[in-house]
Structure formats: C-alpha cells, structure tokens
C-alpha cells in the first residue's frame, strides 16, 4: 500500500514539474529581415545606438530641454504611469507576503442569565487565529511571478510614455520653430508684395501700368494676406498644443530658431534583437505574455490539491463550568487537504481559456515588434527622403531666385508682363517655404527614428 502512494505522488509531482518553470522568451520571433536595406546614411551595427543616447545628447537646444524637463514632472499621461508602477509595486509586496501564515485577533464576550435572575454569567474569549496555506504546486509561487511580471509591464509603459513624451514635446517645438520659420519668410514677401503695389499704383497714375494690372496685384496681396494669417493660426494652435502636453495653461514659448538646430550625422539603427531589451512597448508586451504564462501555470495548479494549516491560541474565562468560570488556555490545531474531483468542468475551462489568452498576448508581442520595425524602417526612408527634398528645393531656391531677380528687372523695363513676374515670385516663395518644411521633416524623421528604437525612454 505503501509503495502505491508513493507511486501515486510521484506520478503527481512528474506532471507537476511545468508548474514551476519560470517564462522563457518565444524562439520563434520575427527578427530576421526585420529591417529593411536603405539608402540613408543608418548603419546596423550592435553597438551604441541612436536609441541608446540619452535625450539631452540629441537635443542641444537648451530651450527644449527646459521645455521635456517640465514636461516629464507636469504632464498628466506621465504621472498617471508613475502611480500605475506604486500599484503594481504594492500588489507584488503583498504576493510575496502571501507566503507567511495570517493572524487574526477575534476576542469574544457573552453576557448569559438564568429565569430573568440578576446574577449574570460572564464569559470572554481572547483568541488568536492563524492560516497557513503550503504552496505544494506553485499556485502562490505562479502568482507572485506573475505581479513580478505585472510590475515590469507597468515599468516598461511608464518608460513607454516617457518616450512617447519626449518625441512628442520634441516634434511640437520642431514644429513651432518651422512656423517660425515659414512666418518669416511670408512675412518678408508680404511687404515686398506691397511695395510692389504702391509702385505699381503710381505707375498707374502716370500711365505706364493698366488698371486690370493694379487689381490682379492687390488680390495676390491679399491672398499673400490670408495665407500669413493663416501661418499665425496655425503657429497660437501649435503653441496651445505644446502648453497642454506640457501640463501648462495656454501661454508663449521661449524658443530658438530652425536653422541653430543640429542632427546627428550618422544614424546607428543596431540589430532587430536589440528591440526586445530597448522597446518600451515591446517589453511590455513581453511581460504581459509573461504574465499570461504564469497565469497558466495557476490554472494547472488548481488541479493538484491544497493544504491549509490552521488554529487557534488564546485565553478564556470559562471552561464549562457556569458557576466558578475558571479560566485557562485554549490550542487547537487543524490541516485541511483538498483535492478537487469534480467541479463542474470550471478548471477545465479555466485551462483552456489561460492558454488562449497566452497564445494572444504571444501575437500580440510578435505583432509588436513588427510594428517596432515598420517604425524604424519608416523612420529611416523618411530622412533620407527629407534629405533629398531639401538638397532638392535649396537648388531649386538658388535658380528661382535668380529668375525672381531677372523677371522684375525686365518688368520694369517693360519686356516681361505682369503675369511673369507673379509667377516667378509666387514660385520662389512655395520653394522657400518648402525648405523650411524639408528641414523640419529632416528633424521629425529622426526624432521618430530616436523613438522606434527606444530612445528617451530613461
């Protein structure tokens, strides 16, 4: 009979031996091929990465700093995240408490008469109860892993949004400062648009320039007009946007200019495997699969059985006997052991349903880092395209102005119409302002390309 049971316990422990595993991160993950080959100026070595430098290194502008320092003490997303870590920071210190047997303290009294008599019998308890649950098949143990793997996923999305914020503070400045810029030059055609009026109107007055002439120049002026104002409304929204994701009221921006920013010249993109440890996101889509997995292993424990161990300790008045009431200690002890049997198919389905939920936290994570590579790769083409654009409309700046410049002289010689120079000026304007664009798409891009791979995240 003997050996029996100890066969029985063993074939037990055998099939209880995964319940103990700790998680292992999947094999299977897409990382070959991840990034795409380019043409910009990235390198993938595993090395120092551009997602490795901390964020004061790659922006230089002191007045940006100021603006990611406030904005990582003030702004709501961020402190929501921090709270989410103190939580799950209490939950894993009572999981690991939960190994310790419990105490409670329960005292009793009664206050007992016989036949409506005057004389009351008196009775009191001061006991101390204790439970003790004996994690034999890891139930306590998968669970304490799993808040262990709750509180690195919320770690990973506080770092997440921190991320997230620093790009985002970062774009919106980038973006001020192109207003700025576009202002600027709108600003300068503007009133070369308007002396170009008064002298048309006085060469009308003197005849040498028609009427139909004078009026198609004032309506460019005001279109001139409209776009600036346009330019300003778009400038108060950007600054609006910034002071609300800064956790500020609504207020102007200390800022530089587009032209002191500085990019980096080389771009380091790392191997696709350096995404699993730097990824905010993708860590934490790791641990919520880590999570998922001990989960799982609760499952399978709630087949084994459960020993709890209680009892009793304490002191009371009586005994038993309704006279003297003599006091004395009481002690009891007592060790439950229950195996489930049948249940209604409940931990059958409770199986089932963990392990579908592992298997969907594992794509959601293998989904995550395609995603991390679709931004890298994005990212990468995006600045080399921005690159190309602004070599591209700085020559095209270098010609139209010297068309500008021949248009106008023979303008007012009386060898080129109106309708020439318009087009000319109109022309250069579009190709200035497209240059300022370039470089604020050049300073996105690898904002964006600092943010895929994991920057600013610490």
Request: proline share 3%; charged share 20%.
């Amino acid at each position: 009979m003997r050996k029996i049971v100890y066969a029985l316990l063993g074939v037990v422990l055998l099939a209880s031996c995964s319940i103990y595993r700790k998680y292992e991160r999947p094999e299977d993950l897409p990382l070959d091929g991840l990034y795409r080959d380019n043409d910009s100026t990235a390198v993938a070595e595993d090395s120092l990465t551009l997602g490795d430098l901390p964020w004061r290194e790659l922006f230089r502008d002191s007045l940006l700093q100021d603006l990611i320092c406030y904005g990582l003490e003030h702004n709501t997303d961020m402190q929501v995240a921090l709270l989410r870590v103190d939580q799950a920071q209490a939950q894993l210190k009572a999981a690991k408490l939960s190994f310790l047997p419990s105490l409670t303290f329960a005292p009793q009294g009664a206050l007992n008469s016989t036949d409506g008599g005057k004389t009351a019998l008196k009775t009191y308890e001061l006991p101390v109860q204790a439970s003790w649950e004996i994690d034999l098949f890891g139930n306590l143990l998968n669970a304490k892993r799993g808040t262990q793997a709750v509180l690195l996923q919320q770690e990973a999305y506080k770092r997440a949004v921190c991320s997230g914020l620093v790009a985002s503070i970062a774009n919106d400045y980038y973006t001020l400062l192109m207003l700025d810029e576009q202002i600027g030059i709108s600003s300068s055609a503007l009133e070369l648009w308007k002396e170009q009026v008064r002298l048309m109107e006085a060469m009308l007055r003197v005849g040498e320039e028609t009427e139909n002439a004078v009026t198609q120049a004032r309506a460019n002026l005001y279109a001139l007009e409209a776009t600036h104002n346009d330019l300003l409304r778009q400038q108060r929204e950007a600054e609006n946007a910034l002071c609300t994701l800064l956790g500020m009221v609504s207020q102007p921006i200390r800022r530089g200019s587009l032209a002191e920013q500085v990019l980096p010249e080389q771009l380091n993109i790392g191997i696709p495997v350096r995404l699993l440890s730097k990824r905010p996101d993708v860590m934490q889509a790791e641990m919520a699969l880590a999570e998922a997995y001990y989960t799982t292993n609760q499952a399978r424990s709630a087949f084994y059985p459960q020993l709890v161990l209680s009892g009793n300790a304490g002191w009371t008045n009586s005994l038993g006997e309704a006279v003297t009431n003599p006091g004395g200690w009481i002690l009891s002890a007592v060790a439950s052991l229950a195996q489930p049997i049948f249940n209604r198919g409940k931990l059958v389905s409770n199986l089932r349903v963990s392990k579908d939920e592992e298997e969907i936290a594992k794509l959601n994570y293998q989904q995550a880092l395609l995603d991390a590579g679709e931004e890298v790769n994005n990212a990468l083409y995006a600045s080399a395209s921005a690159q190309r654009n602004w070599e591209i409309h700085t020559k095209q700046c270098t010609e139209l102005e010297r068309t500008a410049e021949t248009s106008e002289a023979l303008y007012l010689t009386g060898n080129a119409s109106y309708l020439e120079l318009l087009t000319a000026q109109q022309s250069l304007l579009d190709a200035r302002l497209n240059v300022a664009s370039d470089r604020f798409t050049q300073l996105q891009s690898v904002i964006n390309l600092y943010s895929a791979l994991g920057g600013g995240s610490e």
